[in-house]
């Protein structure tokens, strides 16, 4: 029976599956031809065509299988193939799920599934799917279960949504979690979204805190522009900036500026966003976090800062240190050419000293000859600048003697004024500018008069007479920063005499260099660069300082520093001009350098004293401590020897009648000056002295009597100490002394040389010495000379011969060996620097060939050159010799005949 053209095989069957179904062989199934169907089967088709729900009838006992649409739409790709199909071979897959279904149903019974999980291969490749499904039995004409219909929903669609769903909750709310917590840690100043659109910015609690909005505000939504003005002015630039670039490029949002906090302090913050757009691509929203950032930029900054200055603050160091290091050096030098120049000029001292005292003997004794009275003055003269070259070096070296005396700054520059012109000549301005209620200062008056005098000097030069020169004296109170890098000044109050003249100038490496004795650059004969070296030792000894001032092609300006002087000016000493001559008083020389000791007496005898001499302190105090009659004791004040001057001084005090001292010096050390000053009660002769000098001295020491005279360091009296009976011959034997006076020989004990530490090579053999040399008396003594200079070979061979010695002169250590064996020898005479092997090897080389030969070694250096090892029994002796000395040593050798002439 054909079905109508709508209605495929029974009547009201509509759609594509009913036409399907229709269609079908069911005559080659077990289902047999569609017409022979039951009523039931039928029934239940038609019912299955008009579901929309995916509908599946599993007829029979191999489940042939019968849908409609909805479900061909379910199978996908398996349609429709699996109609008709027995249902384990339509879904193979899951054959064993379906026999289950199937013994199930046929059985009477139903079965349900919610979002069963099941792998279909509908495409022909494996699919998850999940189903709802309902399985119920359907019973044929006689009502026993014949099929099962089955109920078929795909949930795939729901439950995939429903597990992302899930999954994106549980995102959101970690994502919830975390920004919580990041709120809470305070780092979270806020959280902000901007309202492209309208332009209004919307906040959390923390923002309107932040910007200091009311909360209500800050949630309904604020002006951009207001929310912007707490923002630093210099930073909002950079921030709006910032922002349109991020609305236009959607790229994350990150600025950092300051904003205002309520205090009106301005504090860092960071502002994290990202703009979101529609699909238009308009930006719409534009949320974002504030982050504080404070301490960290404050820590970047100084970090930055510190970075910054590190190079300058390097280079400061440095620069410092290397100005620490100059001064240093510079003072180092200075001390160092002070201790040179003051040995030299001591040394000086002595020698002129021995040099003036015979000159003026000799004036004694000249008569009337006027050519000898010419050469005598020319000596005088001669010495008389070697004096002044020596006290300019002593004032360098801080150890002239001086007598300072408080002074008024005003009345001395006013005394000095005409000098000044004088000096300066007519074309040189002179200005004098004085503070009012100058303060005193305590100097040497002499001495600062000269050293202002040289400044003048020096400026008059540097200006080539003609400019302005500026005399100036003002009251300064130094501070601890000026004194900073002076280490000789410290803070205080101080006047300053300073000199400022309109010349040259100085270029820095000639300032360096100006206080060095000697460094001049003017042309010879105009300068001897002594002036500022005084200056600066004479300053120096006073406790002031000296500062130079100078640009090249601006002029200088030295001024001198002195501390302030509280006391009141000591009125100007009246001058005793006669040279008094002495009453036949008894003076007690002590002097360890045996020349100054014989000009010294000479002079003394000639004045109409009784002199008594001893070499030593120790020697002298061997007479202070007896019986004998002694008005003044005369003293060097550095010698050799346990006791001191001073000390010598005290004792001499302390006898009944009191003795007074006059203590004489080359240069004066710590004995008896302090801070430049003497000490009270202590008069002192300075080396080289003039006979007038010494008479004037000698008569005012007498006359005064014993003033106080203090100890070193404790201003004590020394205790009285008992005297010893004198023995002239014991305490001349022992110590040295001698007795001599006005009408008693004038000749010197030779001092006891060898035991003299300075002057003996070595004792460490003193038979040596003791024993007597081997020469036979009437014959002259035999000398082997060895020196390489040719003029001094020359003389001192004249010399020793003009003593009647018999000499051989060589001109090396090698040309003097030789000789040794075959000749015999009484003296080896020999330089100390020779051209190849030295003085002190060939002596002893010598003293091996001959170990009784007398050695007497020279050198230019002095007593103090250096030897190795030393060599027994040999003298050393300083150049330039002169024939006392000469006699002295080689006396043992000497024809007395000629030795006394
Ligand atoms: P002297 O004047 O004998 O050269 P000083 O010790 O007085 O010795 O001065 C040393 C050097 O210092 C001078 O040769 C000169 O170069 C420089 N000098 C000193 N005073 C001045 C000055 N006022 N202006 C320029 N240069 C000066
Ligand atoms: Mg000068």
């Known amino acids: 029976m054909p079905f109508p053209a709508q209605d495929h095989g029974c009547p009201g069957w509509k759609g594509e599956m009913a036409r399907r179904i229709s269609e079908f062989d069911w005559a080659a199934t077990d289902l047999g031809a569609i017409q022979n169907w039951p009523r039931s089967l039928t029934a239940s088709v038609q019912m299955l065509l008009a579901s929309p ?408 030069d540097a200006m080539q007479a003609d400019g302005t020169l500026t005399v100036r004296a003002a009251n300064r109170v130094l501070d601890a920063a000026f004194c900073h890098g002076k280490p000789e000044l ?112 000479e002079m003394l005898a000639q004045l109409g004293y009784k002199v008594l001499t001893a070499s030593s302190a120790d020697a002298a105090l061997e007479f202070v401590d007896s019986d004998v009659p002694i008005d003044l004791l005369f003293t060097d004040v550095v010698m050799p020897g346990k006791v001191k001057s001073v000390e010598l001084a005290q004792r001499a005090a302390a006898r009944s009648p009191a003795v007074p001292t006059l203590f004489t010096s080359g240069y004066t050390r710590d004995e008896i000056v302090h801070h430049g000053k003497l000490d009270a009660g202590i008069t002192l002769l300075s080396k080289p002295y003039r006979r007038d000098d010494l008479a004037r001295k000698v008569r005012s020491v007498l006359r005064a009597g014993v003033a106080r005279v203090v100890g070193v360091g404790d201003g004590q009296i020394a205790p009285c100490v008992p005297r010893k009976a004198y023995d002239p011959a014991s305490a001349s034997e022992a110590s040295g002394t001698s007795v001599s006076g006005r009408h008693e020989s004038l000749h010197e004990p030779v001092p006891s040389l060898e035991n003299s530490p300075e002057n003996s090579v070595t004792n460490s053999l003193p038979g040596s010495m003791a024993s007597p040399p081997v020469h036979q008396p009437g014959k002259p003594a035999r000398v082997l000379l060895v020196e390489d200079d040719l003029d001094s070979r020359e003389a001192l061979s004249d010399l020793l011969g003009a003593l009647g010695l018999d000499c051989t002169a060589v001109a090396s250590a090698e040309d003097a060996l030789p000789l040794v064996p075959a000749q015999r020898y009484d003296i080896l005479f020999t330089d100390l620097t020779l051209p190849g092997m030295s003085g002190d090897n060939l002596a002893r080389a010598v003293l091996r060939l001959q170990p009784d030969i007398r050695v007497l070694l020279v050198s230019g250096y002095g007593k103090s050159a250096q030897i190795g090892e030393a060599i027994p029994g040999a003298r050393l002796l300083g150049k330039p010799l002169d024939i006392s000395q000469l006699r002295r040593e080689l006396a043992e050798w000497l024809d007395h005949t000629e030795a006394a002439s």
Not at 554 to 582: H, I, K, M, N, Y
């Open 53 to 460: 729900v995916p509908l599946v009838l599993l007829w029979g006992q191999s489940g042939y299988m019968i849908y409609n649409d909805a479900y061909a739409i379910f199978a996908g790709g398996r349609h429709p193939y699996l109609l008709g199909c027995q249902v384990e071979h339509g879904w193979p897959e899951v054959a064993e799920f379906n026999r289950h279904v199937m013994v199930t149903c046929l059985a009477g019974g139903t079965l349900s599934y919610r979002d069963k999980q099941l792998v279909l291969l509908r495409e022909g490749k494996p699919e998850e799917v999940w189903m709802d499904l309902y399985y119920s039995p359907v019973a044929d004409d006689t009502g026993a279960p014949a099929g099962v219909l089955a109920i078929v929903v795909e949930t795939t669609a729901r439950v995939l949504t429903e597990r992302w769903r899930q999954r994106a909750e549980a995102e959101l709310r970690e994502t919830n979690e975390r920004l919580q917590l990041a709120l809470n840690t305070g780092a979270v100043l806020g959280t902000w979204v901007l309202d492209v659109r309208t332009g209004s910015v919307t906040g959390d609690e923390r923002f309107a805190r932040t910007f200091a909005f009311p909360l209500e505000e800050a949630t309904k939504g604020v002006e951009r522009n207001a929310a912007t003005q707490v923002i630093h002015p210099d930073d909002q630039a950079l921030n709006d900036r910032l922002t349109l670039e991020a609305m236009r490029t959607g790229q994350p949002f990150r600025a950092e500026y300051r904003i205002r906090r309520r205090d009106g302090d301005y504090m860092w913050v960071q502002a994290n966003g990202q703009c979101e757009f529609n699909e238009q691509g308009e930006p719409t929203r534009f949320p974002g976090v504030l982050i504080d950032i404070h301490e960290r930029k404050i820590a970047e900054q100084s970090l930055r800062q510190l970075t910054e200055t590190l190079e300058q603050r390097v280079a400061d160091a440095v620069a410092a240190q290397a100005l620490a290091e100059e001064q240093l050096r510079q003072a180092q030098k200075m001390e160092a050419i002070g201790s040179l120049t003051g040995g030299v000029a001591h040394d000086f001292n002595n020698v002129l000293q021995v040099i003036n005292g015979n000159l003026q003997m000799l004036a004694a004794d000249a008569g009337d000859s006027p050519a000898m009275l010419r050469r005598l003055s020319a000596a005088t003269d001669a010495v008389k600048r070697g004096a002044k070259l020596a006290a300019h070096l002593l004032a360098f070296a801080r150890r002239q003697p001086l007598s300072p005396t408080v002074l008024n700054p005003r009345r001395l520059l006013a005394g000095m004024s005409e000098m000044l012109h004088r000096a300066l000549g007519e074309t040189v301005k002179i200005e004098t500018v004085l503070s009012d209620d100058l303060w005193h200062v305590q100097a040497d008056r002499n001495q600062l008069e000269n050293a202002l005098l040289n400044l003048a000097i020096n400026a008059r």
């Open 490 to 601: 410290s803070p205080g109050e101080y006047v300053v005499f300073s000199v400022t003249d309109t010349g040259t100038g100085m270029k820095p490496e000639i300032l360096e260099r100006v206080f060095e004795p000697f460094f001049t650059t003017k042309p010879d004969g105009h300068g001897t660069g002594l002036g500022l070296s005084m200056v600066f030792g004479f300053v120096r000894q006073s406790g002031g300082h000296t500062v130079i001032d100078s640009e090249e092609g601006q002029g200088t300006t030295v001024s001198l520093f002195f501390p302030r002087c509280c006391e009141p000016e000591t009125p100007e000493a009246v001058d005793q001009t006669a040279a008094p001559v002495g009453g036949g008083e008894t003076i007690l020389v002590v002097e360890d350098d045996a020349d100054v000791r014989l000009t010294a007496v």
